[in-house]
């Protein structure tokens, strides 16, 4: 359900308006609204609204992304990767699958939370994240995916991942159409609603302050 105080937020989210957005945003804050809860019952609900596979509209995804970005931006102000790190964690959007605002609001949580964040981008093979996670001794894999059609791409990374010994690397999901399944159907370890989801499930395997 929607937050009323978030609807002017949402409105100028859904006009692509980046400079109206960032003004309510800013609003918001210093009104006392927490970040977690602008993203989350404003910028989440938008997409959750807009990713449906009933509803999926890839172009006003596309106008929306530029202005939801600048408000993640705002929130999470990009800096350099802070001496140590919580660990690394490999994120990316399944093969077939050519969104990406869902994972890159991931990555901009994470990354101010101190997790070191590897993105493989979108459009990724079964292969290339497995690649990646082995390189960079990942703690844990986040993928999203936004159409059905990605599930069982998803399904094969455990066992791919066992395969090649790193069964020990946790293995999350989310997105619109994963986060309706489960973690045992999808063969994960977690499936996020939310990034903050997601970064609240990897401060618990790792120890940190969510």
Avoid: W
Avoid at 43 to 50: N, P, R, T
Avoid at 96 to 118: E, P, Q, S, T, W
Avoid at 132 to 143: F, I, N
């Amino acid at each position: 359900m929607s937050d009323p105080t978030m609807d002017q937020l949402v409105k100028t989210l859904l006009d692509g308006d980046q400079a109206g957005a960032l003004t309510e945003a800013r609003k918001l804050r210093d009104a006392g609204v927490g970040c977690e809860r602008i993203v989350t019952e404003g910028i989440m609900e938008l997409l959750d609204a807009k990713c449906t596979v009933e509803q999926f509209n890839l172009l006003e995804i596309m106008l929306s992304g530029r202005a939801v970005m600048g408000v993640i931006k705002e929130l999470y102000p990009p800096a350099d990767p802070p001496p140590r790190t919580k660990g690394s964690v490999v994120v990316g959007a399944m093969e077939g699958d050519v969104h990406d605002l869902g994972k890159n609001i991931l990555k901009a949580v994470l990354a101010a939370r101190r997790y070191r964040v590897v993105d493989c981008g979108k459009d990724c093979a079964v292969e290339t994240i497995i690649d990646t996670a082995e390189r960079e001794t990942a703690l844990a894999v986040s993928v999203s995916g936004l159409i059905t059609s990605v599930i069982p791409q998803v399904r094969l990374l455990r066992d791919r991942m066992t395969e090649r010994r790193m069964g020990h690397v946790k293995l999350l999901a989310g997105g619109a159409a994963l986060k309706q399944a489960s973690a045992a159907s999808l063969n994960v370890d977690f499936v996020a609603d939310t990034a903050f989801d997601a970064l609240h499930y990897l401060d618990r395997i790792t120890g940190g302050e969510s």
